[in-house]
């Protein structure tokens, strides 16, 4: 079964230093991966998703991630941390049907000044 | 721009009572879902509804009924509440089952506490 594993449950990083989640998942064929983000009190947004071609995906709000099939990995970084990114992340992989998103428990970045 | 609309946002229960968590969505999807978040839990999956009609189990089904009313109406039926039910629910829908690749839109979450 489909599995993802996000490693650090809370981080915590500097205004304007580089962050990097880690995120790993179980999954025998080509996966379909997603990261979301989620603020206080709101619902989940979609921040970028990979399924095919260039393993280096960019998304929104200057976030991009790496899909690593050797490590079984899809590592969520960003160059300069804003204080508005502090947030939980969640990295998700579609089941082998297809038919929903398996989420990770999710990592709570925190920004300081 | 409505999306995925969840309603009540928040919701007190005694133990024993029911209720119908609503979820609408006005994006023409066929998949909806119904997932659960707890502390350090992520986000679980009690079920889903590729499509009008039909409807399966996730990961966590136990004391949750599901209807898919139509193709925007998608509830969530408590029909005996319980502390261990507390949680954030949140509905989400993706436009096709077994499309891998397309990701899911959520509402805002309907925060339920259960006494």
């Known amino acids: 079964a489909q599995s993802v594993t996000q490693p650090d449950i809370h981080i915590t990083v500097s205004e304007g230093a580089s962050l990097e989640l880690r995120c790993n998942y179980s999954y025998g064929a080509t996966p379909y991966l997603f990261w979301y983000v989620q603020s206080p009190g709101q619902g989940l947004q979609l921040l970028l998703k990979?399924?095919?071609?260039?393993?280096l995906v960019q998304g929104i709000k200057g976030f991009e991630a790496e899909f690593k099939r050797s490590q079984s990995s899809f590592n969520l970084r960003k160059p300069s941390v804003h204080w508005s990114d502090a947030a939980e992340y969640f990295c998700a992989v579609a089941n082998q049907a297809g038919t929903a998103l398996i989420f990770g428990k999710g990592t709570t970045l925190s920004v300081s000044s | 721009n409505a999306g995925v609309t969840q309603t009540p946002k928040f919701q007190v229960l005694k133990t024993g009572q029911s209720m119908t968590l609503q979820c609408a969505q006005d994006m023409n999807h066929n998949s909806m879902y119904w997932y659960r978040q707890d502390p350090g839990m992520g986000l679980r999956l009690i079920y889903y509804?590729?499509?009008?009609?039909?409807?399966d189990k996730g990961e966590v089904p136990n004391g949750y009924n599901v209807s898919r009313l139509n193709k925007r109406e998608f509830s969530l039926r408590l029909e005996s509440a319980a502390p261990s039910q507390t949680s954030v629910y949140f509905c989400a829908s993706r436009r096709n089952p077994g499309d891998g690749n397309t990701e899911a839109f959520f509402g805002q979450g309907t925060r339920l506490t259960v006494v």
């Open positions: 509804s590729a499509s009008e009609g039909t409807t």
């Open positions: 990979y399924f095919s071609g260039d393993t």
